[in-house]
């Protein structure tokens, strides 16, 4: 049966930390198989030495929305400790902040995608607490959409922003431990870490196949399936097209009203798109873009999580939009993620060069010959930070 860090750390007595103040990054969803949520147990274990909480984007209870929607700084009512957010006035811990603790135990649920921005909210972590000297303990979770396939390319510098800090690919099929290990190391910042490993995880596993309970990490995030086609339905936020938000199956629903069914499936013929069925839709969105207006467009049922390429099947899709509808398709402005002059559809993808040979029509396929020696490169790599 699959553990997590936390129900290991909770019950070994080797964890014990003793005399050190205790810090905890966590969200809504860092709980045990019980439900029982992180915080608690921690002050059980280490009483009046837990001595703060962190939150990432999306708040301590995932109730904000996306796309600099901030949370304040409150304080809990379950553990009376402050929960310090980390998606607001600072998305990096302050030294008054981190003078509170000498460890902190970071326990957050990822989605495997590199835009996701919890990652970043370790990295700042890491980086203060090795400015600092202070310790970081990883309670390790699993990816849930698996440690096997990788997928997209590698974020290029003039890219850089707070969905994309370190050159990943969009799916990096790394658990958040392993993540922590391979930038610690690999970008230099060098604080001392440790990585309360999984048991009963291994790297073909998806989350389902886990066992363990799902609890959304962030609003839009509701199952482990929308995990799986955020990789790739994740593009849409820079663009006018719906990624499905405002209505109940984010992500897995993608369309705008000016599209139009016939002429996308048959624009989608030209590429590969193995395992998945996009099934003909309309949806109207609640709220967000296109609230209130009828989209036409395509569920995304993935019939073969294993053979599924995100990312390919949303660029074909994105492709398709771009030649089909230029009167009418837009890219969303700045500011996006903080970041207020560049194209945040260029942030998403990472590289500037997809985007424009997107543009020009150049087949998918070509498109993704172009990063295999640097995806395979990144493979090589992160071959050397597996705990599983």
């Known amino acids: 049966m699959l553990q997590v860090g936390l129900e290991i750390v909770v019950h070994d007595q080797s964890m014990s930390f003793p005399g050190q103040r205790i810090g905890y990054l966590s969200n809504q969803a860092s709980t045990t198989r019980e439900f029982i949520h992180g915080r608690i147990l921690l002050q059980q274990k280490y009483g009046a030495r837990l001595t703060c909480l962190f939150s990432p984007q999306h708040g301590f209870f995932s109730e904000k929305q996306d796309n600099m929607i901030e949370s304040d700084h409150i304080i809990d009512a379950v553990t009376g400790l402050p929960i310090y957010s980390l998606y607001g006035e600072h998305r990096k811990p302050t030294t008054e902040m981190f003078d509170q603790l000498d460890v902190l135990l970071i326990d957050l649920v990822d989605v495997g995608t590199r835009v996701y921005t919890f990652l970043y909210t370790m990295a700042y972590c890491l980086e203060m607490a090795a400015k600092l000297g202070k310790k970081v303990v990883v309670l390790d979770r699993p990816n849930p959409i698996g440690g096997e396939t990788i997928e997209g390319n590698l974020l290029q510098a003039d890219c850089n922003s707070f969905v994309g800090l370190y050159p990943l690919p969009m799916r990096h099929g790394l658990t958040f431990g392993e993540l922590a290990l391979f930038i610690n190391k690999e970008f230099g910042i060098g604080a001392e870490l440790e990585v309360v490993a999984l048991k009963g995880w291994s790297r073909s596993m998806l989350f389902r196949d886990t066992g363990f309970p799902w609890v959304c990490p962030s609003p839009n995030m509701p199952t482990p399936e929308t995990a799986l086609v955020y990789p790739g339905q994740v593009i849409w936020e820079g663009t006018n097209v719906s990624e499905g938000r405002g209505t109940t199956l984010p992500f897995e629903y993608v369309g705008a009203p000016y599209w139009r069914h016939a002429p996308m499936i048959e624009m989608l013929k030209k590429t590969e798109l193995p395992g998945c069925h996009l099934r003909p839709i309309v949806f ?58 560049r194209l945040p559809m260029d942030l998403i993808l990472g590289d500037r060069n997809v985007r424009n040979q997107l543009e020009d029509g150049r087949p998918i396929l070509a498109i993704e010959e172009d990063w295999q020696d640097d995806l395979q490169a990144f493979n090589r790599t992160r071959k050397k930070y597996f705990l599983y």
């Open 284 to 341: 109207e969105p609640t709220s967000g873009k296109c609230a209130g207006e009828a989209c036409y467009g395509f569920q995304i049922h993935v019939a073969n999580p294993q053979t599924f390429l995100s990312y390919r099947t949303s660029l074909a899709l994105l492709q398709a939009t771009i030649l089909l509808y230029p009167e009418n398709f837009q890219y969303k402005k700045p500011p996006y993620e903080y970041e207020f002059e």
